[in-house]
């Protein structure tokens, strides 16, 4: 059974902070690896992807990928109230293969 | 640009009843899937198409059936609902344009059996 673990939270931090977002995989053998960010009542955004080993930023959004310790992380720098959220970890495990499995979701809460 | 449309929004089904959730793509995308989400246990994939006219049993499949005549539509079929099927259903598709696969999904589709 290939799992994707995530810390269900909530995890808060203060406004204009760094918000860390940890997921870890089981198939060391994974391909490609997605963020998404889920408002309650609302349907996954995709906010991020990430294919090879190390960062990739996009705005305030930073994914890191680390596939020999197997694990992807996404950094929310300037945290914002709006980004208070559930945060989706999806792995596709081979290529070719096109069905994600996710993980249950981080709840992220910035205070203002 | 209207990308995946789901109907209906919300519904309440008796128990043994069957009932089709619809979904619409417009991007032109080969791939669609369907996924269930429960409190506590994430996005659970029902049934996938990665192209019309094929279909396939993702992790959750029984009590679901699935067809894809076309590109564009992928209903989603509960031929005698339970309530153990009441959950919020996505609908979600992808390109196989470069090497992600990355998904985009509906507005969901909220189902309460009794």
């Known amino acids: 059974q290939k799992e994707v673990e995530q810390n269900s939270g909530p995890l808060s931090v203060p406004e204009g902070a760094i918000a860390s977002l940890n997921c870890t995989y089981s198939?060391?053998?994974?391909?490609?690896f997605f963020w998404y960010r889920q408002y309650s009542g609302k349907s996954p955004e995709l906010i991020m992807s990430?294919?090879?080993?190390g960062d990739k930023e996009d705005g305030r959004f930073t994914a890191q990928l680390n596939k020999a310790s197997q694990y992807v992380s996404l950094l929310i720098r300037d945290s914002q109230p709006s980004d208070s959220a559930t945060y989706l970890c999806?792995?596709?495990?081979?290529?070719?293969?096109?069905?994600?499995?996710f993980g249950s979701g981080t709840r992220l809460q910035v205070q203002p | 640009t209207a990308g995946i449309t789901q109907a209906p929004t919300s519904q309440i089904l008796a128990a043994g009843r069957s009932m089709t959730l619809r979904c619409t793509q417009d991007?032109?995308?080969?791939?669609m899937y369907w996924y269930r989400q429960d409190l506590g246990l994430g996005l659970r994939l029902i049934h996938y198409?990665?192209?019309?006219?094929?279909?396939g049993k993702g992790e959750v499949p029984d009590g679901y059936s699935v067809s894809r005549a076309n590109t564009d539509d992928f209903p989603l079929t509960l031929a005698s609902a339970v309530p153990s099927q009441t959950s919020v259903y996505f609908c979600?598709?992808?390109?196989?344009?470069?090497?992600?696969?990355?998904?985009?999904f509906g507005p969901g589709t909220r189902l309460t059996v009794l």
């Open positions: 979600a598709s992808s390109s196989d344009q470069g090497a992600g696969n990355e998904q985009f």
């Open positions: 198939d060391r053998g994974s391909q490609s």
């Open positions: 990430i294919y090879s080993n």
């Open positions: 999806a792995v596709n495990w081979a290529a070719g293969r096109r069905a994600l499995t």
């Open positions: 991007m032109r995308h080969n791939a």
């Open positions: 198409s990665n192209t019309a006219g094929t279909t």
